[in-house]
């Protein structure tokens, strides 16, 4: 996995292939496929290495805060490797340290006393969130596409677009970590209260 890892690193997912691999480990893509099967598993393996750099729940804390604070550090992991988040959106990683992730979640949701189904559900949904927050703060786009973006929420017509003219600054407000920290703590709550359909 440091040979995966070492290309991830230098040359990014995209290169991350399994002949880039063999390449990498003076060996024949064919050796390989002892391991994993194809890319997409390959890059669910090095998503699982990874995961292992995210670490337990903190010592200090409420049960909020220290679940938070893991998904913090998970969506932080996703940050420093733009494609793999964009990856881990469909990727679908089963190794030790993404069921060692899961059960940190159900653990803190079940200190919350959060019920377990709403709990199980509620796993899903966070990591959803985490991961699509560092898919889409990593997005290539340009510094002009967003610029035109905003620029086009702030010149909103208040006669065709009522709503949008009227909440462009809190659209636009706040620095990332803070409308992660606050996405966070709304589905923690949503997830506390919201019963799972029978």
């Known amino acids: 996995?440091?040979?995966?890892?070492?290309?991830?690193?230098?040359?990014?997912?995209?290169?991350?292939?399994?002949?880039?691999l063999?390449?990498?480990?003076?060996?024949?893509?064919?050796?390989?496929y002892v391991y994993v099967r194809n890319t997409a598993e390959l890059h669910a393996a090095v998503l699982d290495e990874l995961l292992g750099t995210v670490g337990p729940a903190p010592d200090e804390g409420d049960w909020r805060e220290r679940l938070e604070a893991v998904l913090t550090a998970y969506t932080a992991m996703l940050f420093a490797y733009p494609d793999l988040?964009?990856?881990?959106?469909?990727?679908?990683?089963?190794?030790?340290?993404?069921?060692d992730l899961i059960e940190t979640l159900l653990a803190l949701l079940d200190e919350g006393r959060v019920p377990p189904a709403q709990a199980a559900w509620g796993v899903d949904l966070l990591l959803q969130h985490a991961t699509a927050t560092a898919a889409e703060h990593t997005d290539e786009a340009s510094q002009e596409d967003w610029d035109a973006l905003r620029q086009a929420?702030?010149?909103?017509?208040?006669?065709?677009?009522?709503h949008l003219a009227g909440l462009a600054g809190p659209l636009?407000?706040?620095?990332?970590?803070?409308?992660?920290s606050w996405g966070f703590q709304a589905l923690i709550s949503?997830?506390?209260?919201?019963a799972v359909p029978e």
């Not at 063999?22 to 390989?32: F, H, I, K, Y």
């Not at 988040?85 to 069921?99: D, K, N």
């Not at 636009?172 to 992660?180: D, T």
């Open 22 to 32: 063999a390449e990498e480990l003076d060996t024949g893509p064919a050796s390989l």
């Open 172 to 180: 636009l407000s706040g620095p990332p970590e803070a409308r992660v």
């Open 85 to 99: 988040a964009r990856s881990a959106l469909t990727a679908r990683p089963s190794g030790p340290h993404y069921l």
């Open 1 to 20: 996995m440091a040979a995966a890892l070492r290309v991830l690193r230098a040359e990014g997912l995209r290169k991350l292939t399994m002949r880039r």
């Open 153 to 162: 929420v702030r010149e909103a017509s208040e006669d065709d677009r009522p």
């Open 190 to 194: 949503g997830i506390e209260r919201t």
